[in-house]
């Protein structure tokens, strides 16, 4: 992306910062959130994506750039038409000024200011419910939202959504045979949720340390409330 791509759209979500040309994030208490932008392949076009990031780690490793390497949660945005919103690079400022309102109409809560805990639950639950998640409500991948869900519960001492999530975990009947697909032991995943519940406290400390990190300690940020 060129510079005025990147000006224009920090003007208009102040509180994001530059992590890459392309990736504008804050933090919102153990998670990161932003705006990534997706150049099309061999015209002078991108797409504008907002994602979502854990700082708890995945199956992936625990570090960083292993927690950056894959959002939890990238949500598209809409033109008038209903089709994937694509920008041209060489843009006129009303055009981009009208794009612009179109993406913060669309986002799932404003990425200005602190955000509310059910706002990010409902967010979340909203996503498990799109395509392709939504086609099947066992699978390790519904389970792996629930888990971020308890992790974000654990973080924010919500002990009420820490019961009622790991209740879900507990009675709904996964499908295993996707676990196996995904290379996941469904008793050695139960055995690690129970483990984090019991280690709360460490889990809050590591994500703290996590966000000690210089790339992240210059993000702006908000927390949960």
């Known amino acids: 992306m060129n510079e005025k791509t990147v000006e224009d759209w920090l003007i208009v979500f102040p509180e994001l910062e530059k992590y890459t040309q392309n990736k504008y994030y804050k933090i919102i208490s153990c998670l990161v959130l932003g705006v990534e932008l997706i150049k099309l392949p061999r015209i002078n076009e991108y797409r504008p994506y907002f994602v979502l990031y854990s700082l708890f780690g995945n199956r992936i490793g625990s570090d960083l750039k292993s927690c950056l390497s894959n959002p939890?949660?990238?949500?598209?945005?809409?033109?008038?038409?209903?089709?994937?919103l694509s920008i041209n690079q060489k843009y006129n400022e009303g055009d981009l000024k009208e794009i612009l309102q179109t993406v913060?109409?669309?986002?799932?809560?404003?990425?200005?200011?602190?955000?509310?805990?059910?706002?990010?639950?409902?967010?979340?639950?909203k996503y498990s419910k799109d395509a392709p998640l939504n086609a099947s409500f066992n699978s390790f991948l519904q389970a792996s939202?629930?888990?971020?869900?308890?992790?974000?519960s654990l973080f924010e001492k919500k002990q009420k959504s820490i019961d009622e999530i790991l209740s879900n975990i507990k009675k709904t009947k996964w499908d295993l045979e996707h676990f196996k697909l995904?290379?996941?032991?469904?008793?050695?995943?139960?055995?690690?949720?129970?483990?984090?519940?019991?280690?709360?406290?460490?889990?809050?400390?590591?994500?703290?340390?996590?966000?000690?990190?210089?790339?992240?300690?210059?993000?702006?940020?908000?927390?949960?409330?």
């Open 182 to 225: 995904c290379n996941i032991d469904y008793e050695e995943w139960i055995n690690s949720i129970e483990t984090k519940i019991k280690n709360q406290d460490l889990l809050i400390q590591n994500v703290k340390k996590m966000k000690d990190n210089n790339k992240l300690s210059k993000l702006h940020e908000s927390y949960i409330f």
């Open 72 to 84: 939890m949660l990238i949500k598209e945005f809409f033109n008038k038409k209903r089709m994937q």
């Open 145 to 152: 939202l629930l888990e971020r869900k308890l992790e974000i």
């Open 104 to 125: 913060k109409r669309q986002l799932p809560f404003s990425m200005e200011g602190d955000v509310k805990f059910k706002d990010v639950m409902n967010t979340i639950d």
